[in-house]
């Protein structure tokens, strides 16, 4: 029927795709790319037969890439959702273990991101920042609790013991796909800024600012809450602490725009840490 045609379609033995015949001029520029594409697209039926122009062919490729971007992007939010429920799963892991621990990570969080958007970090590095900042102490869960809770000071060997939570924590993290930088930065929690801090010993900015951010933030709302071998410091003493140690043990960006808020949630701080307000100030 087509040859009756003025436009007498060819197969192309490569492309197994039927085209116009090019000679006729009705489709001078095909080249071997639009060949390639062909051979992806099915002939389009065009009412005289199965005959396809490589315009169709691309229009029905981009019909087909648009179909593939949506799945990406659906599969994209699924993984979104995963890797969120694993960290709420994860969150609630350290409620079991020690319940003031999983708060403690929650008001961690809120703080870090805060400080992190004064410091002009990146979504995606406020996204990591903010696993980082719930699940640091995950490690903990490979600790005994006669370390974890007990009520004088460790010994040398639990101390060193203590130390390894860094690491477990990203042994378990970086496991887990799109967790990898997070888990980095939960490795790199307990760095000091002079260099003295462990596992690594990095120093200044070799350690990553989102460690920095949880470490100084970690320490503040450590000295401010009770322990079982001791009461929380007082809210100026702790600022102080804070202070004096920029630039050695913490960042000292990260304390000059932490202060600040500290002093702002004062009463948020000293109630979730269950401290009177009134008898530390
Ligand atoms: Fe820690």
């Known amino acids: 029927m087509a040859g009756s045609m003025s436009i007498a379609p060819w197969r192309d033995a490569e492309s197994e795709c039927d085209l116009l015949d090019p000679e006729q001029n009705y489709m001078p520029t095909i080249n071997k790319s639009l060949l390639s594409v062909s051979q992806l ?3 389009v039926e065009v009412g005289w037969g199965a005959l396809a122009s490589p315009a169709s062919h691309l229009k029905n490729f981009s019909y087909q890439l648009s179909g593939v971007s949506l799945q990406v992007k659906q ?3 699924q993984l979104t959702s995963l890797r969120t429920s694993l960290v709420c799963a994860f969150n609630q ?3 079991l273990k020690d319940l003031n ?3 403690h990570s929650t008001r961690l969080a809120e703080w870090a991101l805060h400080v992190g958007g004064e410091l002009g970090l990146s979504e995606s590095d406020q996204s990591d920042l903010e696993v980082a900042a719930l699940l640091h102490d995950i490690g903990k869960v490979g600790i005994p609790d006669a370390i974890l809770n007990k009520p004088g000071k460790l010994s040398n060997e639990e101390y060193e013991l ?19 930088r997070a888990s980095l930065l939960i490795l790199h929690h307990h760095e000091r ?3 003295k801090g462990y596992p690594a010993g990095l120093r200044g900015e070799e350690i990553p600012i989102g460690s920095r951010i949880v470490c100084a933030i970690d320490a503040f709302d450590a000295m ?4 079982p071998y001791r009461k929380g410091l007082p809210f100026e003493e702790a600022i102080r602490r804070l202070a004096s140690d920029s630039g050695t043990q913490f960042d000292a960006s990260v304390a000059k725009h932490f202060i600040p808020l500290a002093r702002a949630e004062i009463s948020a701080v000293f109630a979730a840490a269950g401290t009177s307000v009134s ?3």
């Open 41 to 43: 697209c099915p002939p």
């Open 75 to 77: 599969i994209e939010e």
């Open 93 to 95: 892991l350290l409620d």
């Open 101 to 103: 621990t999983g708060v």
């Open 162 to 180: 203590m130390k390894k939570h860094p690491e477990f924590g990203w042994a378990v993290l970086h496991q887990v796909p799109g967790m990898e």
């Open 193 to 195: 800024i002079d260099g």
């Open 224 to 227: 401010v809450s009770n322990r």
């Open 279 to 281: 008898t530390v100030l």
